[in-house]
Each structure stands twice: as structure tokens, then as C-alpha cells.
């Protein structure tokens, strides 16, 4: 089953370890509110505060949070097309307005996405279904254009070259959408994390239930992205075969966009 671009490998051996020394009182009690072991391990690997951590049950919640705070009727959401078929369906469950702009050429950010200056914006970088991703620069010109909050939906970064986290210091208004679905192979335990200025994380807590991520997640997420040798070692071997399905692909004359994610968008010849 391919369109959800899962993770065709094992998750880290660390979180059957992690699983394997819970005591009887683990499950008893309510699950920590704010994350805390998480926010810890993820504060360290991204050099970031703790505080600046928002987690949620798949980055799916904290896209459905973030239309939450930031949304309503007079207030749309916008993005570039094609793109994360999710998008849409938050806004229009609260009847808000969605505002869809085609992919500038080559996939680059298009002009008049600055000009709806939406409340939400969201850019998916790597996109899906394309694969194609917008440099650090151009981004930040984006953020620096809007009023309003720019997500980077970053669901694919762990397999692309570079990334946008750089931006959540420089920028009041960018947040950073990652999930441990894709590069960590736990599409199963719903985990995602978000990464922003603390005005804009404050106001996702507002939000969220108290005790939004259980235990278990909160156990093993923790164990994953603290392994970050195995995390790496998978990385490596899926940029290796997405070189190598390209290169065939592209023997066999498939038109193909060059890919930053865990998936080429490519077409056969002839159409
Ligand atoms: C997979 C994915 C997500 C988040 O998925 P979760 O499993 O909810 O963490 C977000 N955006 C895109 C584009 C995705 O493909």
C-alpha cells in the first residue's frame, strides 16, 4: 500500500527496549500534559527550547489545531496545489474558506500566495505528491511577506537535503509540522511535533485536550527520536533506492521530478 508513504523498515530497536521496562504504575496514571521526556530529547536534537515544542497525535492533530486557532468563516486557509489532500477538509469541517494557488514554474513558491496574505498558510516542503521542495531563502521571503502564520509541513524532510527549522528563530510567524510516521517508521503510534516561536505554541495549548498524546506514544516517540544513529542509517537506505528507482525509471524513459521526499512523482512515456 503505497499512498501513504510509510516506512518500508522496522522502527528503532530502542523502542521495543523502552516498551520492555514499563512497570504496572505506567498506564495507571494520566499521561504527562506537556510531553516532557519528549520535549526534552527533541529540545537537544534541534537546538531549540523545550518550550518551543508542541506535540499532538499525528501532525495531523496539530494541523487540525492550527486551523482551530488560526481560521473561520472570514478567515481562509491557503496553500499551494497540488498538495496535502487534508488541507481542505479541516478548513471546510468549519466552513472556512480555502484560497488554492497553482505551484509557481518548477514547483516554486507563486506570487500571488504572498498576495492573499491568509491568516494560515501552509506549504508543504517536500511536497506531496510531487517530491519538490523550496529553498530556505525563498521561504523566508514568504514568511517575512505574511501577516499571518506560515506552516512548513515538514512530514518529508527527514529524507531530503535540507530543511526550513532555521526559520523558526529569525520569523514570529513560521512553524515547523514534523511526524514520526514517515522517517521514523511509527505511522502506527500517531506522533507528530510542532516547532514555533512561543506565542504561536502557547496558543495551540489553548487548543489542544489536556491529555492529547497517551503514554505509550509519548514512551516510544521518545526512544525513536532519541536513537539518532538508527534514524540515520534508514534515512540513508531510502535515499539510495529513491536514486535507484530514478535512474531506472529514467532508463525506461518515465518523466520524472526529481525527488526530496520517500516517493517520486513520475509519469510513463506516452502518458
Ligand atoms: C504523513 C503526512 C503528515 C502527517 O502525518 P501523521 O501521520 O499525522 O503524522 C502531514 N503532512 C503530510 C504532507 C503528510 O504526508
Known amino acids: 500500500k503505497i499512498n501513504t508513504n510509510e516506512n518500508p523498515y522496522p522502527p528503532s530497536p530502542k523502542v521495543y527496549d523502552a516498551l520492555a ?42 494541523l487540525t489545531i492550527l486551523v482551530r486557532c488560526c481560521c473561520d468563516d472570514t478567515r481562509p486557509l491557503a496553500y499551494p496545489v497540488p498538495t496535502y489532500s487534508l488541507y481542505p477538509i479541516l478548513a471546510k469541517i468549519q466552513d472556512n474558506p480555502v484560497i488554492e494557488i497553482p505551484w509557481g514554474k518548477d514547483y516554486s513558491i507563486p506570487n500571488a500566495l504572498v498576495e492573499t496574505n491568509a491568516p494560515l498558510t501552509i506549504l508543504c516542503n517536500p511536497n506531496a505528491p510531487t517530491g519538490t521542495m523550496v529553498e530556505l531563502d525563498e521561504v523566508k521571503k514568504l514568511a517575512d511577506a505574511l501577516d499571518g502564520v506560515l506552516v512548513l509541513d515538514e512530514a518529508y524532510v527527514d529524507f531530503a537535503a535540507g530543511n526550513c527549522l532555521p526559520l523558526v528563530q529569525q520569523c514570529d510567524n513560521v512553524l515547523i509540522l514534523r511526524s514520526m510516521s514517515k522517517g521514523y517508521s511509527l505511522a502506527g503510534i500517531r506522533f507528530g511535533y510542532a516547532i514555533a516561536p512561543l506565542r504561536i505554541i502557547e496558543a495551540m495549548i489553548k487548543v489542544k485536550d489536556s491529555y492529547n498524546v497517551n503514554f505509550l506514544t509519548q514512551k516510544i516517540a521518545t526512544a525513536a527520536l532519541s536513537d539518532r544513529e538508527y534514524f540515520q542509517e534508514i534515512r540513508q537506505k531510502i535515499c539510495e533506492i529513491r536514486q535507484f528507482l530514478t535512474t531506472k525509471l529514467a532508463n525506461l524513459n518515465f518523466k520524472i521530478i526529481p525527488s526530496d521526499a520517500n516517493f517520486v512523482f513520475c509519469s510513463p512515456p506516452g502518458g
Open 21 to 62: 521496562q514499563l512497570n504496572d504504575q505506567a498506564l495507571r496514571r494520566y499521561p504527562p500534559v506537556l510531553w516532557d521526556d519528549f520535549r526534552q530529547v527533541a529540545a537537544k536534537v534541534h537546538n531549540v527550547d523545550p518550550e518551543m515544542i508542541i506535540c499532538g497525535n499525528g501532525g495531523d492533530e496539530l
